[in-house]
């Protein structure tokens, strides 16, 4: 049962993940035995298929199926079960010549060609075009053709939580990350567009603010690989399913000639313009001297990291500013939980990236109350040799929680944080722990925690307590409603 977050994370997200549990035997199913768990029956609402295997026979075939559906169309978790006397047994099979046999499950593409041509024509008419680049662009490998698309067209792209990394964070033509947290420009932007092609992306409501003025000016382009979700949650002009890949490639080589679509590009300096005089809304973060920042942490780590390393997070501020400053550049180089927003996700992701690339550096920013919720991995990560960076944003509260009590309700309740000795936890499981209490101190002890390479290292950054996470959309408001620092000073 402790899998089932993990699960509900990779459902929401779009993770492959196959789980295999034990059960008891199959003679003691639907008996309360010692330490039974319906698990098929619990993971079932996070789970695209899962199953309880009750003959060792069938065993080779629900786990090529199981692999299969987690790994087409959409991604996701599948679990199977395999009761103790089925794991016991023993069975002859061939792997390679066992079927599929899933009659239910299907991946069919219903896109037309008409549908690439109303989009064609939509291009042709835009004169302040967005495109909203999701998750969905880095599961389908599509970033490259997406990136060219955007190219051609001149058009401004902003990516969601899920889909950083997707579109190049240094390419001029990126405005940032969007949503409740965006930056102000990419929300503004979004709210005036009159064309949005919205890819990859579910369009949830840390997406969307109030739906029925998301993007209310625009004609939106919702392309998708999961039928589930288009008009789901916004109502939109053009829905096309189908693999994302697939149509932007198909795109391209209808626009290989942009004579058509002259007059739309003409409109392009223009838009840009109106979109740089938005920019103008940042305040620079100025804390009085001897408070330790933590946006200036965040963007010094990633000043000094490799450009070949990878980041995970936690949930909370830290995830949101981290979100906003590391701009990296390439796909599946930012981790994060988005859909659930699991608290304690960051380090056990670090841990799974870093053996992935043992030799690339790994970095979880992390906040004190959720690098709380799994700091026991760091037995783990001893174990196994892990150097991962754990950069603790410690600002003595459930930040996020704290946030939302001050300015909702002007009470905070039970957000306060007590933490241990993160250098002595560090040292009691083999690794190496600095503090950082003033700015000063920053570079340095970064520097020092990237050049290890044989053992996990924490830094605690004992940051400002109260800092806000800014741009913020309260509950209920439109994402032209969100509220800047300059409006709350």
């Not at 503004?188 to 998301?214: C, H, P």
């Not at 840009?272 to 408070?291: A, N």
Request: net charge negative; glycine share 8%; charged share 20%.
């Amino acid at each position: 049962t402790n899998l089932v977050t993990g699960l509900a994370d990779a459902y929401y997200d779009s993770i492959p993940v196959v789980a295999i549990t034990g059960n008891v035997p199959s003679g003691l199913l639907g008996n309360d035995a010692f330490q039974e768990a319906d698990i098929v029956g619990i993971t079932r609402p996070v789970t695209k298929h899962n199953i309880i295997v009750r003959r060792a026979e069938d065993l080779a075939q629900a786990v090529k199926e199981a692999f299969h559906v987690a790994t087409t169309g959409r991604p996701g978790p599948v679990l199977v079960d395999v009761p103790k006397d089925v794991l016991l047994a023993s069975a002859e099979f061939n792997y390679e010549q066992t079927e599929i046999d899933l009659p239910g499950y299907q991946n069919e593409e219903t896109y037309t060609e008409a549908d690439i041509e109303q989009i064609l024509t939509l291009l042709k008419e835009a004169k302040q075009p967005v495109l909203l680049s999701g998750g969905g662009v880095i599961n389908a490998g599509a970033h490259a053709e997406v990136t060219a698309f955007a190219e051609r067209f001149n058009m401004p792209v902003s990516c969601s939580l899920m889909g950083l990394g997707g579109f190049p964070a240094t390419h001029p033509l990126y405005m940032g990350f969007c949503g409740m947290h965006g930056q102000y420009w990419a929300n503004i932007a979004i709210a005036n567009a009159d064309l949005l092609l919205v890819v990859g992306n579910r369009l949830g409501d840390r997406q969307t603010g109030k739906t029925d003025r998301f993007a209310r000016n625009a004609k939106i382009v919702h392309i998708d690989l999961d039928p589930s979700t288009l008009q789901k949650n916004v109502e939109t002009f053009l829905p096309v399913q189908g693999e994302i890949k697939s149509i932007f490639t198909q795109l391209l080589a209808k626009t290989e000639d942009m004579a058509p679509f002259s007059e739309s590009l003409n409109s392009r300096p223009q838009w840009f313009e109106t979109i740089d005089s938005w920019k103008t809304r940042r305040k620079p973060e100025i804390f009085p001297d001897g408070f330790l920042s933590p946006q200036h942490v965040i963007e010094r780590l990633f000043h000094w990291m490799p450009e070949d390393g990878f980041v995970t997070t936690e949930v909370g501020q830290h995830q949101m500013w981290a979100a906003q400053r590391f701009n990296l550049s390439r796909p599946r180089s930012f981790i994060s939980s988005g859909g659930l927003g699991t608290m304690g996700f960051g380090f056990p992701a670090a841990l799974g990236v870093q053996a992935a690339f043992p030799d690339k550096t790994v970095l979880d920013i992390a906040g004190d109350g959720s690098f709380q919720m799994t700091l026991q991995e760091l037995a783990t990560a001893r174990d196994h040799e892990l150097a991962v960076k754990i950069a603790i944003i410690n600002n003595g509260y459930l930040g996020m929680v704290r946030q939302w009590q001050d300015k909702t309700w002007d009470r905070p309740s039970q957000s306060r944080m007590t933490s241990p000795d993160y250098t002595k936890l560090a040292e009691a499981y083999g690794g190496v722990g600095f503090v950082v209490n003033h700015p000063d101190e920053v570079d340095e002890v970064i520097r020092k925690a990237y050049a290890i390479t044989d053992r996990p290292v924490i830094i605690d950054f004992r940051v400002k307590e109260k800092a806000d996470v800014y741009p913020w959309v309260p509950a209920g408001g439109a994402n032209e409603d969100m509220l800047t620092e300059d409006q709350n000073s």
